[in-house]
T-cell receptor
Framework: GENVEQHPSTLSVQEGDSAVIKCTYS??????FPWYKQELGKRPQLIID?????GEKKDQRIAVTLNKTAKHFSLHITETQPEDSAVYFC?????????FGTGTSLTVIP | DAGITQSPRYKITETGRQVTLMCHQT?????MFWYRQDLGHGLRLIYY???????DKGEVPDGYVVSRSKTENFPLTLESATRSQTSVYFC????????????FGDGTRLSIL
């Protein structure tokens, strides 16, 4: 099955700075790459996703890039705010299911 | 989202006991999933279902049983609970194909003593 690796496991940034989270995947057939945000004690929520036929996607302060050749994709958060503090999970998959990375705990320091 | 509900929210039980976690969705989504979340492992898929009466194994199915007699319900049963199954369990649903949004329930925190 798919193996998704995510780095770093923890990340601290000053408010207003950018944050970057990187993931790699193993299965070249994977064609869908969602990102989820999970606040403490809450459910994971989809924040952005990208399909394999697209190299980059933006939604306000959030962007995701995909390099199919290298099999890696990244989440970029610009102008970080304290409410961005959460655990972020990448995922990769094809067919019926996707597989999650192990998560990045992001802390935005006011 | 109120459309997917898990019960109970918290459960404490003992090793060897059977426990069933419930998941109910009101959207008539075709796909339903069960994940477990453990520190250092992220979210791992236990079982999923593409439709009523169709279930399939995920990454970590051992020790779990699922059924889906109705589209809206997808219970997860631990037939003989072990301490290693202490975890937070999330149910999720999706309307159809992989690229459709997948919605999660609030989770069940299960402790096995």
């Amino acid at each position: 099955g798919e193996n998704v690796e995510q780095h770093p496991s923890t990340l601290s940034v000053q408010e207003g700075d950018s944050a970057v989270i990187k993931c790699t995947y193993s299965d070249s057939a994977s064609n869908y790459f969602p990102w989820y945000k999970q606040e403490l004690g809450k459910r994971p929520q989809l924040i952005i996703d990208i399909r394999s036929n697209v190299g980059e996607k933006k939604d306000q302060r959030i962007a995701v890039t995909l390099n199919k050749t290298a099999k890696h994709f990244s989440l970029h958060i610009t102008e970080t705010q304290p409410e961005d503090s959460a655990v972020y999970f990448c995922a990769a998959g094809t067919g019926n299911q996707f597989y999650f990375g192990t998560g990045t705990s992001l802390t935005v320091i006011p | 989202d109120a459309g997917i509900t898990q019960s109970p929210r918290y459960k404490i039980t003992e090793t060897g006991r059977q426990v069933t976690l419930m998941c109910h969705q009101t959207w008539s989504h075709s796909y339903m999933f069960w994940y477990r979340q453990d520190l250092g492992h992220g979210l791992r898929l236990i079982y999923y279902s593409a439709a009523a009466d169709i279930t399939d194994k995920g990454e970590v199915p051992d020790g779990y049983v699922v059924s889906r007699s109705k589209t809206e319900n997808f219970p997860l049963t631990l037939e003989s609970a072990t301490r290693s199954q202490t975890s937070v369990y999330f149910c999720a649903s999706r309307i159809g194909q992989l690229t459709q949004p997948q919605h999660f329930g609030d989770g069940t925190r299960l402790s096995i003593l």
